[in-house]
């Protein structure tokens, strides 16, 4: 398969198409590791992703709780400062064989190498902030 790259610059009111090219790039069990500093807009890009998906859910950070699962899905993690092998100990990686898009923040590059030797359909998107903007890097990892 090849290796699809798409940047997108976008405000706020343009998400909706941050969120049509991963729909059109993206498998249906796709693993999304969100990439970006504090404050750069991943979960504002997972609340675009929940709405278009018709969510009425709250979509919120999953900091403390680690995953919030939505009725579309989409399942939400916040790994921050969160190890491997604290993931394996909670027995949160059976949670990627379930259905649906896994839009992970804070993803290490230990889970991503675990998430690459079990064959799952690896993506990130990186955010970078350029003022009020934003730029969207779509692309499939270890293709």
Do not use: C
């Amino acid at each position: 398969m090849e290796n699809p790259v798409v940047t997108i610059e976008a405000g706020l009111e343009e998400l909706g198409r941050v969120v049509e090219a991963m729909e059109r790039l993206l498998p249906d069990d796709a693993i999304v590791s969100l990439r970006g500093d504090l404050a750069a807009g991943k979960t504002t890009l997972v609340q675009a992703i929940a709405r278009r998906r018709g969510s009425t859910s709250a979509v919120t950070s999953p900091t403390f709780s680690l995953q919030h699962r939505y009725e579309d899905g989409i399942t939400h993690y916040d790994l921050y400062r969160k190890s491997f092998d604290e993931l394996a100990q909670l027995g949160l990686l059976e949670a990627f064989d379930e259905p649906g898009w896994h839009l992970v923040e804070w993803a290490d590059e230990s889970l991503k190498s675990f998430w690459e030797a079990a064959g799952y359909n690896l993506w990130e998107v990186s955010i970078t902030p350029d003022e009020d903007r934003r730029i969207y890097r779509i692309e499939r990892l270890h293709a």
